[in-house]
């Protein structure tokens, strides 16, 4: 079946500081892969996504790149900030067909806190 | 500006209790989730429902039942509650079935089960 595999955390850094959170997947077939944000308290929300090899999504200055051959989706970000503290979650969707069909496959969730 | 609305926000059940989750949502989504949190193992779907009159079973059903009253709600009854069952439950929406559409979620209703 399909699988998404992410970096143990928690992850601590400082104010400014790189960040990357790894992300690999397992999935007959093509997916579409995403990255989920979870603030304390809340939902997760979309993050970014991409839906083909090569793509690269990004958003808030996040950004992650597609890899077939490598099959990852990590999450980087250059400068991070208080306010990214948060969980993160990679996921694949898979095309229409059998019993996969439009659903989310989620990683175990990685937690960034990020220090002044 | 709702989204998708959960209810109750928090839960404490005996072992053995019913319960109904609620979830709504007002952006005329077709597709619905319920999906369980809990530590260390990510969102692991329990019930889906790609359009009205529709439920199918996810990775974790056992122990849950759904309902699609209409296109705004989706709920998820627990019959008889076990300590298990403790998790955090979130439901989502998506516009359809298209893979590439993302998903809505509410903020959660967390669930102890003593």
């Known amino acids: 079946g399909n699988s998404v595999t992410q970096m143990e955390g928690p992850v601590t850094l400082s104010e400014e500081a790189f960040l990357t959170i790894n992300c690999t997947y397992t999935?007959?077939?093509?997916?579409?892969l995403f990255w989920y944000v979870q603030y304390p308290g809340e939902g997760l929300q979309l993050l970014l996504k991409?839906?083909?090899?090569?793509d690269k999504g990004s958003n808030k200055g996040f950004e992650a790149t597609y890899r077939k051959e490598t099959t990852s989706f990590h999450l980087e970000k250059g400068s991070v900030q208080v306010s990214d503290s948060a969980v993160y979650f990679c996921a694949l969707s898979m095309k229409a067909g059998g019993t996969s069909y439009g659903k989310l496959t989620f990683g175990q969730g990685t937690i960034l806190t990020v220090h002044p | 500006n709702a989204g998708v609305t959960q209810t109750p926000k928090f839960q404490v059940l005996k072992t053995g209790q019913s319960m109904t989750l609620q979830c709504a949502q007002d952006m005329n989504h077709n597709s619905m989730y319920w999906y369980r949190q809990d530590p260390g193992m990510g969102l692991r779907l329990i019930y889906y429902?790609?359009?009205?009159?529709?439920?199918d079973k996810g990775e974790v059903p056992n122990g849950y039942n759904v309902s699609r009253l209409n296109k705004r709600e989706f709920s998820l009854r627990l019959e008889s509650a076990a300590p298990s069952q403790t998790s955090v439950y979130f439901c989502?929406?998506?516009?359809?079935?298209?893979?590439?559409?993302?998903?809505?979620f509410g903020n959660g209703t967390r669930l102890t089960v003593t």
């Open positions: 999935a007959t077939g093509y997916p579409s």
């Open positions: 991409a839906t083909k090899a090569d």
């Open positions: 429902s790609a359009s009205e009159g529709t439920t």
């Open positions: 989502a929406s998506r516009t359809n079935r298209d893979y590439n559409s993302p998903l809505h």
